[in-house]
Each structure stands twice: as structure tokens, then as C-alpha cells.
């Protein structure tokens, strides 16, 4: 499943960022935190399809549909 | 000067720490098209060197990679006696990639480096500690707890740093290992030396969970922008004014002493009237500048994007181009400013694109007498509302309107940086903090000397060339004069929008700023000081018979047109081009004529 698809406060591992992307924004997210192995909670989820926001490390950040829906996780109990 | 370079990442207290550094003298230096910004001062007999926020050493935006360029040239000069890291202590995982990558760079340039472990107060607060001694151990250069904002440990630090930078040698970096792979190794780092996320976190989803929430997350928006709007008009306005009140006494004192004529005319006229007439606005930029900076600060300004995205997204805009919009409404110069926090360099330029059909402040005398020459004062609207008020929020939507349309084509037909990436939407949400009143106030100074610096010889310029066209020849009225002439000669340029010369004069003379649009009709139809009475114009724009429809097409043409040269002088110093600058006042100016003069003809028929 992907990243969008993760409901609110649920964990999960990332299994694979698109490797479609750019190399330098997959790079960037990989210092962002956001990689293979990392764990990731979805804090919560915003109405009518607008970003989510996600628990990353010891970061929060917001994410729009168009790059969290090219992001494989597999959830975590 | 030995010169002290200080990195980190957005949001890591890098400019509060500057400024308990420094004091408050500092030099601002930017560079044009982009939101790169150095800041320089003194610090004891070093000169510490505030270079731009950055993420990553690896730029991804245009804006990105000229910061990191800097960083790289500082780094290298020789003059750079050593390296200033700081961390947020709260989160070190993500400030240390941007830190490891700094330090190997600083490494292979033989300078020593520093980590300032700030925000320690707040890691205090919630009862943990962090083995600065093991860490420091781990990173091969030393790291100084301190908090910026309540002082702590700055005294020991300061101490530190300047023995580093007094003895860069004894700090030898030879023999040093520098980590390459930033991004595994400051993850195994906050692992092992970072504080527990949860507890840290625990306040700011608390607060997020009513912010971000969707009705009082709402409410609190609406809230907070109608608190925005409401202080840019209660706060600038009597600051306005006793801005023109002392351009006025300058203005009487200094006519005092010059004789009648053509010196005493040129600089009450001129310099006085045209250019003072332009300082009035540093005021409101300057509020404007405070109100966004304590958004941004305090952390609410990442929230307001992130739910204005999804809906601006449409138009092909970011989140973060809301604030500018908002802001657009008072004056379209500090909301060209505040899209520098846009993160794709594409969207942010169809955003200060757009800015300008916000309806600034400026067209309101402008309205104010097209509206009460329209629409009768005491007509209802459904019974409820006022129709001359509902004519004006008509005009602030036509202005919202076209500015999405526009929004919507320029993103469809405007080129791409191909060469560089655009970011997705990933945005970090900080932590939610009390603003401090240094870096606010360094900010508001420098919006207003950037402001004056930029628009300041346009506008000096236009107000000149407008004095003596309307002044000459000798003796002349300003129907006979040149201007007038002009307003003659092109009359049949405005014929089609049902207007006559007397328009065309003040329409002309408004290119310099709108509300001189009120003041020059008022001197054609022979009423002095129209500026005070726009009730009395207004009566004698309806005796002379303005058309209703060439009367709305005019309205629609002041929603447009960029009629304001200090906003080209911004965004041609913020895009870099002043091809593109000068191309939008033609390109609206176009736009609002062709408006104007189909309102008009299609008036008529009907």
C-alpha cells in the first residue's frame, strides 16, 4: 500500500520511494527522512483530499496526495 | 576582519542566536530574484557571517543551489576563520544532516568547526538531557549547549566560539573524519544521542489537533486572518498619517523659505507631493512585514498553508501563496516579499505575478468615488445590504477572479525551469513558538530601506516627469498643459471606453500610483482638495454625466491595471527581470483597457 492510504494515527515502514522521482528530490527526502527502513505515523488526515501530515523521526511534516501515493509502506501494528 | 560563518537549517533559532551575537547593527545584503539573504555584523573582533537556511548541501531549487554556492565560496575563503554549526536540539536528526555535510565541507578546507546545541531549554523542559560530551566525541568537533531565547549557557559558548575563532590552528582539522553519508549517519546520531520525539512532539499535535482541525481549525483561521486584515488598516493607518502629517509641515517649512515659483512649485509639487506621496506607504509595509513575521515565527504560517493547499492547488498555486494574496489586499509590495516563503520557485512567480489584481489600498479612493458616482447610497441590496457596499466586495472579488484565471493560464503556458526541479509539497510543520522581537524587528527595518531602496529612483523619476508635464509650459492649467495636451491628442484611445480627455489626464497621471487618479480629476473639474471631498467630485462627475456603463468599465480597469511602478520597481528587483516586469504593466494595462472598453460597448447596447 502507499503512504496516502495510511490512516490516521496508524505506523508503518517505508518498503520503496518511487524510484521514478528525481534522483535529487529522492535524495532530498532520504535526508528529509523519508526512506526505505524508516518509520512513519500518519497524525492526521485533512478534509477533501488536501495533505496529510505524518510524524517522521522527530520531524512533522505535511504531505500532498501527488508524492505520498509514490511511497510503498507496510503497515506496522 | 577574521569572519565566523554560521549555518543551519530553517527554523533551527539561527537568526535570534545572530542577533545576541551582533546586537542590532547589521548589514543586510540580497540577492536580486531570489530569497537568498545574508546577513553580516560584528561580534567582538570577528565578523559573523549569517548565511541563508538551508535543508541540505544538495539544492534542489534555484534558490537552494545560489544559497549553497555561497556557502561553499565562504567556506573556502581564506578570511573564514572557522564554521558555525547550529543544531535544534529538539531535532537533531534532521538538523545534523544539513551539520555533517557542512563540517566535512569545512574539513577539506582546513577550518575548524563548532555545533551550538540550541532550543536547549526546551529539551530541559521536558526532562531530558543530552550527553553534549559524547556527542561532541562522536561529531570530532565540539558542541555547546545554549538557548538563544532564555540565555542559557550563551555567556560559555560566546566564550568558546571566540577562542576557536582567536586560534583556528589549535583546532587543527587534520586527521579529522568527516561522515559522508549525512543522512544514515545523523539518523544513527539523534538515535543515539536525541531526546525521546514523543514528549517533544506531544505539545505541538496537541495544538495542531485544534489548529489543523476541520471547524475549529477553520474558525481559528478565518480568526486570525480577519485579525490580520483588520490591524494592516488599524495599525498603518495613523502611522500614514503622521507620515503625511510630517511630509506636510516639511513641505510648509520649506516653502516658507523658498520665493514663489518655479523651485518653489517643483519641490512642494513634485518632491514633496509625488514623492512623499510614496514614503506614506512604508508604514503599512512595514506593519505587513511584522504581522507575517509573527506567523511565520510563532509556526502558525506552515499551518495556513497547509490548509489553503489543496484548494490553491487547483489554480496551479501553493499553500503558501494565501498569505501572500491576504496581504496583497493592503499593498501588493510586501505581499511580493512574503512569496519568497513559496517553496517551487514556480509557483511563487505566478504568485507575485498575480499580487498585483489583489485590490491594494491604493485603488480605494479610486472606488470609493466610482462607487458613490454608481451606485445611489441608499439602495438595499436583498434588503439587507448596502448596495454600495456590495459593489465594492464585487470589485475585491473580480480582482480574486482574475487573479486565479490568470494563475490558471500563466501555469499552463508558462515555461519551466527545465534545468531545475520543481519540490513537491512536503512541508515541515515546526514546533509552535513565542516570536522573539529581534530578528521581527531586524525584518520590518529592512522591508521598509528595501523598499524605499528599490521603488525609491522609479518613483522620484515618474513623479518629476509628471510634475513637468503637467506644470509646462509656464503659467499654463493643467487642462493647457502639456498633459492636457496629451489628454487631448490621445482622447480617441479613450472614446471607446465612453471616456473623455479630462479621464485620460487622470488616468495617465495615476500610472504613478492609483489615488492620484482622485486628485487630478478633481483639479479637471475644477474642485480643489478632491482628496477630502470625494462626495462633492462624486456629484459632479453624476452632473456631468458620466455613463453607467463607461463608469463600471472604468472600475473594472482600476481592478487591473497595474498602475504602480513602485510594485514593477519589486518585482522586477524579486524576479531578477525586468523584461517580465515591465511586460505585466503592459500586459494588464492591455488587459484592463480591452475590459473597460467591452464593459462599455456592451453596455451600450443593451
Not at chain 2, 542590532?24 to 549569517?50: H, M, S, W
Not at chain 2, 525609491?456 to 508635464?469: A, E, K
Request: include cysteine; aromatic fraction near 10%; charged fraction near 15%.
Amino acid at each position: 500500500m502507499t503512504l496516502w492510504e495510511l490512516g490516521k494515527s496508524k505506523s508503518a515502514t517505508v518498503t520503496q520511494v518511487d524510484t521514478s522521482l528525481d534522483q535529487q528530490i529522492i535524495a532530498r527526502l532520504s535526508e528529509m527522512g523519508l526512506s526505505q527502513g524508516r518509520s512513519v505515523q500518519c497524525v492526521r488526515r485533512g478534509p477533501l483530499g488536501g495533505p496529510m501530515v505524518m510524524q517522521l523521526g522527530g520531524s512533522v511534516f505535511a504531505i500532498e496526495h501527488d508524492l505520498a501515493s509514490r511511497i510503498q509502506i507496510s503497515p506496522t501494528e | 576582519m577574521q569572519r565566523i560563518l554560521m549555518v543551519g537549517k530553517p527554523n533551527c533559532g539561527k537568526s535570534l542566536l545572530f542577533n545576541q551575537l551582533t546586537g542590532l547593527r547589521q548589514k543586510v545584503a540580497n540577492y536580486p530574484g531570489i530569497t537568498v539573504e545574508i546577513t553580516r555584523g560584528k561580534c567582538d573582533k570577528f565578523e559573523l557571517v549569517d548565511l541563508p537556511g538551508a535543508y541540505s548541501l544538495n539544492g534542489l531549487t534555484r534558490d537552494e543551489v545560489i544559497a549553497v554556492e555561497e556557502i561553499r565560496r565562504s567556506v573556502a575563503e581564506p578570511d573564514t576563520a572557522m564554521v558555525l554549526v547550529v543544531l535544534d536540539a529538539t531535532r537533531l536528526a534532521q538538523s545534523l544532516v544539513m551539520g555533517l555535510q557542512v563540517q566535512s565541507l569545512a574539513f577539506k578546507h582546513n577550518k575548524p568547526v563548532m555545533f551550538a546545541l540550541n532550543f536547549i531549554d526546551e529539551v530541559k523542559r521536558v526532562g531530558e538531557v543530552i550527553d553534549t560530551e559524547g556527542l561532541s566525541k562522536a561529531l570530532g568537533s565540539p558542541v555547546l549547549p545554549l538557548s538563544a531565547r532564555s540565555l542559557d549557557g550563551l555567556h560559555e559558548f560566546k566564550q568558546g566560539l571566540l577562542d576557536m575563532a582567536g586560534e583556528p590552528e589549535r583546532y587543527a582539522t587534520e586527521g579529522a573524519t568527516a561522515h559522508e553519508e549525512a543522512a544514515e549517519r545523523s539518523q544513527e546520531l539523534a538515535k543515539e544521542f536525541g531526546i525521546q520525539h514523543d514528549i517533544v512532539l506531544k505539545n505541538q499535535n496537541r495544538i495542531d489537533n485544534f489548529m489543523l482541525n476541520n471547524w475549529t481549525g477553520g474558525v481559528m483561521f478565518i480568526v486570525v486572518m480577519f485579525v490580520l486584515f483588520q490591524s494592516i488598516f488599524t495599525l498603518a493607518t495613523p502611522l500614514m498619517d503622521s507620515v503625511e502629517g510630517f511630509i506636510e509641515s516639511l513641505a510648509a517649512g520649506t516653502s516658507a523659505i523658498t520665493s514663489e515659483g518655479v523651485v518653489h512649485d517643483f519641490i512642494n509639487d513634485a518632491i514633496f507631493g509625488g514623492f512623499g506621496s510614496f514614503l506614506v506607504f512604508v508604514p503599512q509595509i512595514m506593519v505587513l512585514t511584522l504581522i507575517i513575521g509573527l506567523l511565520e515565527d510563532s509556526g502558525y504560517l506552515a499551518r495556513a498553508a497547509l490548509m489553503c493547499h489543496r484548494p490553491l492547488s487547483f489554480f496551479g498555486l501553493s499553500g503558501r501563496s494565501f498569505i501572500p494574496y491576504l496581504s496583497g489586499h493592503a499593498c501588493a509590495i510586501p505581499a511580493i516579499m512574503a512569496a519568497r516563503t513559496i517553496e517551487s520557485p514556480h509557483k511563487r512567480l505566478i504568485t507575485m505575478l498575480t499580487i498585483p489584481l489583489m485590490s491594494c489600498s491604493a485603488r480605494l479612493p479610486v472606488y470609493a468615488l466610482l462607487v458613490a458616482v454608481l451606485v445611489p447610497a441608499d439602495k438595499t441590496f436583498l434588503g439587507v445590504f448596502n448596495m454600495q457596499g456590495a459593489a465594492f466586495f464585487g470589485l475585491y472579488f473580480f480582482g480574486i477572479f482574475m487573479a486565479l484565471v490568470v494563475s490558471q493560464i500563466l501555469n499552463r503556458f508558462l515555461p519551466r525551469d527545465l534545468e531545475k526541479t520543481d519540490m513537491p509539497f512536503i512541508l515541515e510543520l515546526p514546533t509552535y513558538r513565542l516570536p522573539h522581537w529581534k530578528p521581527l524587528f531586524q525584518r520590518v527595518i529592512n522591508s521598509g530601506i528595501m523598499f524605499i531602496k528599490r521603488a525609491g529612483p522609479i518613483i522620484f523619476m515618474v513623479s518629476v516627469g509628471i510634475w513637468v508635464l503637467g506644470y509646462f509650459p509656464l503659467n499654463s492649467t493643467l487642462q493647457d498643459s502639456w498633459l492636457g495636451q496629451i489628454g487631448h491628442f490621445i482622447e480617441p484611445v479613450f472614446t471607446p471606453m465612453g471616456l473623455d480627455w479630462r479621464y485620460g489626464v487622470a488616468i495617465l497621471m495615476s500610472f504613478l500610483a492609483r489615488e492620484v487618479f482622485v486628485g487630478a480629476l478633481g483639479t479637471l473639474f475644477g474642485l480643489e482638495g478632491a482628496d477630502e471631498d470625494v462626495a462633492g467630485l462624486a456629484e459632479r462627475v453624476q452632473a456631468d454625466g458620466l455613463a453607467t456603463e463607461a463608469g463600471l468599465g472604468l472600475m473594472l480597469f482600476y481592478v487591473v491595471a497595474l498602475q504602480c511602478v513602485a510594485t514593477v520597481a519589486m518585482l522586477k528587483g524579486e524576479s531578477g527581470s525586468s523584461k517580465l516586469s515591465w511586460g505585466l504593466y503592459v500586459a494588464y494595462g492591455l488587459l484592463a483597457y480591452t475590459i473597460a472598453v467591452a464593459v462599455n460597448q456592451i453596455g451600450g447596447l443593451l
